[in-house]
């Protein structure tokens, strides 16, 4: 099966985008371990490593806005859903469990990793279906 040109182009730009998480990250970490920043300075080389993130969901938005096969679209829409309410309702629970003092503090930046593994989880569901629909 050829690969569709959205895919080769989704590919490159997943690639890209996580090769400057991975530069924003470290770089964000050993600025703050051995010349720690102050001021509003501070605030953005904290807030680098999240921007590639941000991106990578551009990513996948433009994935879903160039695909062509209808039915390809809708998987990875419905992956995205599984994703988005396993997210939510994790960390939904999780609040309700720090506010009544019954676990503790997580960094809200657990939530797009809760989400990436959602979409491992969405594409689970997805095979999962495909195969009842074809039995």
């Known amino acids: 099966m050829a690969f569709p040109p959205e895919m080769k182009r989704y590919t490159r ?75 939510l309702s994790i960390t939904t629970a999780w609040g309700f469990l720090e506010g009544f003092h019954l676990a503790p503090h997580a960094q809200g930046y657990y939530a797009a990793t809760i989400w990436f593994a959602g979409l491992g989880v969405g594409g689970c569901v997805n095979a999962i279906l495909e195969r009842r629909a074809r039995a």
């Open 13 to 87: 730009r997943l690639i890209a985008t996580m090769a400057l998480y991975g530069v924003a990250l470290v770089g964000a970490n050993m600025w703050f371990h051995y010349a720690p920043p102050s001021g509003l300075l501070a605030y953005f080389v904290a807030i680098l490593p999240a921007l590639p993130i941000m991106g990578v969901f551009v990513v996948i938005g433009r994935l879903l806005l160039e695909m062509r096969d209808e039915y390809v679209k809708m998987l990875l829409v419905r992956q995205s859903l599984v994703a988005t309410g396993l997210t």
